[in-house]
């Protein structure tokens, strides 16, 4: 069992920069591939980026080049720093832990992009 734990969100202006932080525990975080979602309303959970155990990162197209995912297997959180933000962005943001059948969602974080 894992649990992951969100935090960082909150309301910015387009253009602004958010980062985001996702806290696991209960199992061995480092073989875990972590990945952050999101589902704006009426739409549907889409991947935003996701990093592997060995670190290697891979983002959605809409992200690339403004979205930075990361993370620290000795605290044992993932990152996503999110810069150059837009309206478009604003969802509901979902922690993802994955490793072989066992899968694991945070509770979420709001992210609202406006002026």
């Known amino acids: 069992q894992v649990q992951l734990v969100e935090s960082g969100g909150g309301l910015v202006q387009p253009g602004g920069s958010l980062r985001l932080s996702c806290a696991a525990s209960?199992?061995?975080?480092?073989?875990?591939?972590m990945g952050w979602y999101r589902q704006a309303p009426g739409k549907q959970r889409e991947l935003v980026a996701a990093?592997?155990?060995?670190?290697?990162?891979n983002y959605a197209d809409s992200v690339k080049g403004r979205f930075t995912i990361s993370r620290d297997n000795a605290e044992n959180t993932v990152y996503l720093q999110m810069n150059s933000l837009k309206p478009e962005d604003t969802a509901v943001y979902y922690c993802?832990?994955?490793?072989?059948?066992?899968?694991?969602w945070g509770q979420g974080t709001q992210v609202t992009v406006s002026s």
């Open positions: 993802n832990a994955k490793y072989y059948n066992r899968n694991y």
């Open positions: 209960g199992d061995i975080f480092r073989f875990y591939t």
């Open positions: 990093i592997g155990s060995g670190g290697r990162p």
